[in-house]
């Protein structure tokens, strides 16, 4: 029969490594909700990107639009000036000119729709870019909500053990608590291992013979001679890692 200080110490160190991943995941909390604004932010600065390209296409197609309206104000000019003219080099020069300006409201047209046509691409990208936005900020939602079930889980959790450990704390020998707490506090809040094949799981060192044959029997506290943790024995344990969280 496993010594009931020793059965204690177990469930004892099961609630404390219990509380420190809840704590661990309660710390965590800050960096989990940057995460997610860095996600909501991200998506908003496509939109922001996408937005200010098509503002940028919208501007120069406007500033086109009036380089147009000067070219065939240009061009009017010069054929009422075509109407005057009275000689054959006037009329030459003059035609010219309008050739000219024919070419140049040509030129610049098509340029008026290449930005449409590109203004056309910027707007999907724009609707693409909202629309991604608003699928973000839902999952960001739903990913905040499961969160705060998460929290309030661990929260509740951490009640609950608080007062479990507490009657373990009362039921065990002041001596056994204090070595506990002592082994905890040097070894990263580890002060319990299992011994398996006559090694201590947790620093991974061979026991001596007899500290094992002793630990078989779960009778006495009995502590690793290399990291001073208290060993105990799982009789028919499977070969793999031990039933207590690592240490970190």
Request: proline share 3%; with cysteine.
């Given at each position: 029969?496993?010594?009931?200080?020793?059965?204690?110490?177990?469930?004892?160190?099961?609630?404390?490594?219990?509380?420190?991943?809840?704590?661990?995941?309660?710390?965590?909390?800050?960096?989990?909700?940057?995460?997610?604004?860095?996600?909501?932010?991200?998506?908003?600065?496509?939109?922001?990107?996408?937005?200010?390209?098509?503002?940028?296409?919208?501007?120069?197609?406007?500033?086109?639009?009036?380089?147009?309206?000067?070219?065939?104000?240009?061009?009017?000019?010069?054929?009422?000036?075509?109407?005057?003219?009275?000689?054959?080099?006037?009329?030459?020069?003059?035609?010219?000119?309008?050739?000219?300006?024919?070419?140049?409201?040509?030129?610049?047209?098509?340029?008026?729709?290449?930005?449409?046509?590109?203004?056309?691409?910027?707007?999907?990208?724009?609707?693409?870019?909202?629309a991604d936005l608003a699928?973000?900020?839902?999952?960001?939602?739903?990913?905040?909500?499961?969160?705060?079930?998460?929290?309030?889980?661990?929260?509740?959790?951490?009640?609950?053990?608080?007062?479990?450990?507490?009657?373990?704390?009362?039921?065990?020998?002041?001596?056994?608590?204090?070595?506990?707490?002592?082994?905890?506090?040097?070894r990263n809040g580890v002060?319990?291992?299992?011994?398996?094949?006559?090694?201590?799981?947790?620093?991974?060192?061979?026991?001596?013979?007899?500290?094992?044959?002793?630990?078989?029997?779960?009778?006495?506290?009995?502590?690793?001679?290399?990291?001073?943790?208290?060993?105990?024995?799982?009789?028919?344990?499977?070969?793999?890692?031990?039933?207590?969280?690592?240490?970190?």
């Amino acid at each position: 029969m496993m010594h009931p200080d020793l059965e204690r110490l177990i469930a004892l160190q099961r609630l404390d490594s219990a509380a420190s991943e809840a704590q661990r995941r309660l710390a965590e909390e800050p960096e989990r909700q940057k995460a997610f604004e860095a996600r909501l932010d991200a998506a908003r600065q496509r939109g922001g990107a996408a937005k200010e390209r098509l503002g940028e296409n919208q501007n120069a197609r406007r500033s086109i639009e009036k380089d147009v309206a000067v070219q065939q104000g240009r061009l009017s000019k010069f054929r009422d000036q075509l109407m005057a003219v009275k000689t054959n080099i006037e009329y030459q020069a003059m035609q010219k000119e309008i050739e000219f300006a024919q070419a140049e409201v040509k030129k610049l047209e098509d340029a008026v729709l290449e930005r449409m046509i590109e203004a056309d691409d910027l707007t999907t990208e724009l609707r693409n870019a909202e629309a991604d936005l608003a699928s973000e900020q839902k999952a960001v939602d739903a990913d905040r909500q499961a969160q705060a079930a998460e929290l309030d889980a661990l929260k509740t959790s951490l009640g609950l053990i608080t007062r479990e450990r507490a009657e373990l704390v009362a039921s065990l020998d002041r001596q056994v608590l204090a070595l506990f707490e002592m082994v905890s506090k040097r070894r990263n809040g580890v002060a319990v291992a299992e011994a398996r094949g006559g090694i201590c799981t947790i620093c991974h060192v061979r026991l001596r013979p007899q500290v094992f044959n002793t630990v078989l029997r779960n009778e006495q506290i009995i502590q690793c001679d290399h990291c001073n943790r208290i060993l105990y024995f799982t009789p028919g344990a499977p070969a793999a890692a031990s039933n207590l969280p690592q240490p970190t």
